[in-house]
């Protein structure tokens, strides 16, 4: 069974900041997902990864295969980013659904 | 679309009681999941279903069950509800196993 570890587990920054938000699993996978709870409890997908990197408007995803490693990045951050940032990775085989890390707590301060 | 509604949006059981939490979705995907959040905890997930009249338990599916008749909706079932059954409560859809997973609103379920 996977084990995926997300740190930091609370982080409060300032406006404009540069946030990264790191994720780590055990086991390999065949894909990385990185999701985003609002304050009202609402889950969205914000990227899937198998490889490489992503990047939509201020927000970047990375991921290491070999080091079984992925990053979020946030440049230029604003409070409306405040959320849970939450990482989940999929097993290589099988139709079963996700493996969850705990979440990041952002907090940006105007 | 509405994508994936989920009802009620809240509800408090007493111990021993049953319910039926309510999921649909309305973009034609063949797989549906059932996940709970605890405070504190990564979501985990209940049963799973790959298509109309196919599903499997995931990692906490005891004193769940689940039903899949058509395409679109995917109930979970909670007999003899228990105080550790509290716990948000998160339907998802894709449209197949490698896909980006698209959540309801979820439903907050306290058992007393």
């Known amino acids: 069974k996977n084990e995926v570890e997300q740190s930091p587990q609370n982080l409060t920054a300032q406006e404009g900041e540069f946030i990264t938000i790191n994720c780590s699993y055990s086991v390999g996978i065949s894909a990385l997902h990185w999701l985003q709870q609002h304050p009202g409890g609402g889950i969205v997908s914000l990227f899937m990864l198998s490889s490489g990197k992503k990047k939509h408007g201020r927000l970047i995803a990375t991921i290491n295969i070999q080091e079984k490693h992925s990053s979020l990045h946030i440049t230029a951050s604003h409070p409306r980013d405040s959320a849970v940032y939450i990482c989940a990775v999929k097993d290589g085989g099988g139709a079963d659904g996700l493996t969850f890390g705990k979440g990041t707590h952002l907090i940006i301060q105007p | ?112």
């Open chain 2, 1 to 112: 679309n509405a994508g994936v509604t989920q009802t009620p949006k809240f509800r408090i059981l007493k111990i021993g009681q049953s319910m039926t939490l309510q999921c649909a979705q309305d973009m034609n995907h063949n797989y549906m999941y059932w996940y709970r959040q605890d405070p504190g905890m990564g979501l985990k997930l209940i049963y799973y279903s790959v298509g109309a009249g196919i599903t499997d338990k995931g990692e906490v599916p005891n004193g769940y069950n689940v039903s899949r008749s058509t395409t679109e909706d995917f109930p979970l079932r909670l007999e003899l509800a228990a105080p550790s059954q509290t716990s948000v409560y998160f339907c998802a859809s894709s449209p197949g196993p490698y896909n980006e997973q698209f959540f309801g609103p979820g439903t907050r379920l306290t058992v007393l």
